[in-house]
């Protein structure tokens, strides 16, 4: 490189740096916000929250049912688990300061204004003004500091090891100051990919401990807990003093109900307002139902997982195995009898809402194909030409019947296994422990992960040997992903991050099903009556229908 030539390039850093710190000097203004940071700024794609007028005093009993049971440690964001599961329970007891809503997949929320520095390096956010705990306690930068430092869950050693401190200019303004860029920062502490950003409050969880606030938590958010009967149901109550706008429901009651007849049931006889997971055999009875109503609600893929599969003596260690598995599957014919059809056949594993998602539809990646002959072909190539025992297949719990439909899938070509249901909490406390939580290595695990963050986020999660909850450890993967931690380049990012989906699909490390449309049906007691349920399922990414607050039925007799 010439001397004239580095000048130029310098130059152009310059005026490029320049017009960062110009764009996120303007945003910040624009809003009539004050700046945080000194320096120039990355232009935040962060939206402007809507805050409502409700109507009235809140009113009514909103009943949910859950497609299984419930757990107590979901209540305490310090703890918060990898599944969306858990942000069931986030949007209503708790708040974040930047969260998925329907304005936009980054939201603000207790937060009214963020920064982030152009070298990745500085996050900063400011508070709105007067926010408080269920408790009637101010919350302040003092509640969001401590949070992030006790704070033990999902991501948790990511945060811990790039932070170098955490500056409180005031009550409503912090800055937290990392040791080498964290260009992932805004997407991590969104409250939709883990719990670090849901602000728990320092006073009461210090006095009445771990154990003491997951068996009565408080928070910022639309509705105060009020009770619970561990795994069967928790009760909660509208908090009119919620800074967005005041509930519309006076109690929400969750209840956890496997079974899908149970909650069919208890939709038709008016037990029940709301019900998870409505497919299968049931679907066609809620389509049927002219006092139901529902929304296919498209979040992310189904897709197999072999987890013990890199051990030399797992059958599954042989690519041909997974490819077998993966031509066996009749995904047309599950898409029919699981969703009536309105399920796409997608042949990528991460969501195609992600925006860094490559195209399962046949652009990027192609449609999944089902070939028994070929199959066999395949397998006979292995030490299975007949075929191979497994010892189980663990479906994505309720779904069982459609776990029973991979297996007589599998059992054509030979492969034969057992289905093992378990309850929801176990099950996602399993998929939190990566290849630990399912012993031996001749399993497969049926998942589903609607992760906002990118699919960067959801690769991190399964795919990186170095995350508790990763099924795929590949040292070709590892290398990519450690040049795409390193780089600054976000187009190099994209493609190091679109390398690795193309690899966990050809090598047959991760199998695409289909996207799932989340059925979810709602009674009639729910408002507004007829067509106009669509606003209830407006979150990008969400698989359920929050934010809690909006929901409306009719007052109780």
């Known amino acids: 490189m010439t001397r004239r030539t580095g000048i130029k390039e310098l130059l152009a850093l310059i005026a490029a740096l320049a017009l960062v710190a110009a764009a996120g000097e303007a945003a910040a203004q624009k809003g009539g916000q004050t700046p945080i940071l ?241 497919t299968g055999k049931v679907l066609p009875q809620v389509m049927a139902d002219k006092n139901l109503r529902w929304v296919p609600n498209f979040t992310s893929v189904w897709h197999l997982a072999f987890p013990g599969y890199n051990e030399p003596d797992s059958p599954f260690h042989d690519k041909r195995v997974r490819q077998a598995v993966s031509l066996a599957i009749n995904r047309e014919f599950l898409v029919r009898q699981e969703t009536q059809g309105v399920g796409k056949v997608w042949g990528n594993w991460i969501s195609p809402e992600n925006r860094d998602a490559l195209k399962g539809d046949g652009k990027d990646l192609p449609l999944p194909e089902h070939n028994i002959a070929k199959a066999k072909q395949v397998l006979a190539q292995t030490k299975f030409p007949n075929g191979f025992e497994f010892e189980w297949f663990v479906p994505f719990v309720p779904y069982f019947d459609m776990g029973e439909r991979i297996l007589t899938d599998l059992r054509a070509v030979g492969i034969r296994g057992k289905l093992q249901s378990l309850e929801g909490p176990a099950f996602r406390a399993k998929m939190g422990q990566g290849r630990k939580g399912f012993p031996g290595n001749r399993t497969i695990v049926q998942n589903i992960d609607p992760r906002p963050g990118g699919a960067k986020a959801t690769i991190g999660v399964y795919a990186v040997c170095g995350s508790p909850a990763s099924i795929v450890c590949e040292p070709q993967i590892e290398e990519l992903w450690t040049k795409h931690e390193a780089s600054k380049n976000l187009d190099e990012r994209d493609r190091l991050n679109k390398a690795i989906q193309k690899i966990l699909v050809e090598e047959y490390y991760m199998v695409p099903i289909y996207w799932n449309p989340f059925v979810h049906a709602i009674g009639p007691r729910v408002l507004p009556e007829g067509k106009g349920i669509e606003r209830y399922y407006d979150t990008l990414h969400a698989p359920y229908p929050w934010p809690w607050e909006v929901w409306e039925v009719r007052a109780d007799r």
């Not at 070298?119 to 269920?134: E, I, V, Y």
């Not at 500056?167 to 502490?189: A, C, G, N, S, W």
């Not at 969750?254 to 069919?264: E, F, P, T, Y």
């Open 38 to 278: 000194s320096g120039p700024l990355v232009k935040l794609d962060i939206k402007e929250a809507q805050i409502e007028t409700a109507k009235g005093k809140p009113k009514g009993t909103f009943r949910i049912a859950q497609h299984f049971a419930l757990d107590p440690g979901w209540l305490d964001p310090l703890e918060h688990i990898f599944a969306l599961t858990m942000q069931t329970y986030d949007y209503l007891v708790h708040d974040a300061l930047i969260k998925p809503m329907p304005q936009g997949e980054a939201t603000y929320s207790l937060a009214e204004h963020a920064e982030l520095a152009a070298d990745f390096r500085r996050a900063a956010f400011r508070l709105r003004p007067g926010l408080k705990f269920h408790d009637g306690q101010p919350l302040s930068t003092a509640d969001v500091k401590w949070t992030y430092e006790n704070y033990k869950g999902a991501h948790a050693k990511l945060f811990r090891d790039k932070l170098e401190h955490i500056q409180i200019v005031d009550d409503r303004t912090i800055v937290f100051h990392f040791k080498e860029p964290f260009l992932e920062f805004m997407d991590l502490y969104n409250g939709a990919v883990s719990g670090i950003g849901w602000i728990v409050p320092k006073h009461y969880y210090e006095k009445v401990g771990r154990d003491g606030f997951k068996a009565k938590p408080i928070g910022a958010g639309p509705y105060k807990f009020v009770s619970q009967q561990a795994g069967v149901q928790m009760d909660f109550e509208a908090w009119e003093e919620y800074w967005r706008r005041t509930p519309a429901a006076k109690t929400i009651v969750v209840k956890g109900i496997r079974d899908n007849a149970a909650r069919l049931a208890g939709l038709q006889t008016g037990e029940l307002d709301l019900a998870f997971g409505m």
